[in-house]
């Protein structure tokens, strides 16, 4: 989500209580095929998204990974890990559905990431 509009103002996630994590340059937040059941928002710092040795993504602060896990209940497709000291919004279910009930966008920003993914994902097919 690199200079696109932050997914979401931070404040709404202050709003609904949800837990922010610290993290080290190097420390894991999630593994591929993990059981997953949140997403993240990055607040500062940068997460790589990571399958199979291959970064797919840079997510820097306002961007948000690990959405696919709210939408189908699988297993993580890849791995995140923080290139640098990182802080993230944790967004479990709950928090998600109350966010689209006060931010209906927000599931639009999140449809359109998606979207993203995949086009750049089938043009490298």
Same mark, same amino acid.
């Given at each position: 989500?690199?200079?696109? !509009?932050? #997914?979401?103002?931070?404040?709404? @996630?202050?709003?609904?209580? *949800?837990?922010?994590?610290?993290?080290?340059?190097?420390?894991?937040?999630?593994?591929?095929?993990?059981?997953?059941? #949140?997403?993240?928002?990055?607040?500062? &710092?940068?997460?790589?998204?990571?399958?199979?040795?291959?970064? /797919?993504?840079?997510?820097?602060?306002?961007?948000?990974? &690990?959405?696919?896990? /709210?939408?189908?209940?699988?297993?993580?497709?890849?791995?995140?890990? *923080?290139?640098?000291?990182?802080?993230?919004?944790?967004?479990? !279910?709950?928090?998600?559905?109350?966010?689209?009930?006060?931010?209906?966008?927000? *599931? /639009?920003?999140?449809?359109?990431? @998606?979207?993203?993914?995949?086009?750049?994902?089938?043009?490298?097919?």
């Amino acid at each position: 989500m690199d200079k696109e !509009k932050p #997914a979401l103002d931070f404040s709404i @996630l202050d709003e609904i209580g *949800a837990p922010y994590r610290h993290l080290e340059a190097g420390e894991k937040i999630f593994l591929e095929d993990d059981a997953a059941d #949140a997403m993240y928002m990055v607040r500062s &710092g940068r997460v790589d998204v990571i399958t199979y040795g291959t970064v /797919l993504e840079n997510v820097r602060p306002g961007g948000i990974f &690990g959405e696919m896990a /709210l939408i189908d209940d699988g297993v993580r497709s890849a791995a995140a890990i *923080a290139t640098e000291p990182t802080e993230v919004v944790i967004i479990d !279910k709950p928090a998600f559905l109350a966010i689209i009930r006060n931010e209906p966008q927000f *599931a /639009l920003r999140v449809m359109s990431l @998606l979207a993203n993914r995949l086009r750049r994902t089938t043009k490298q097919i």
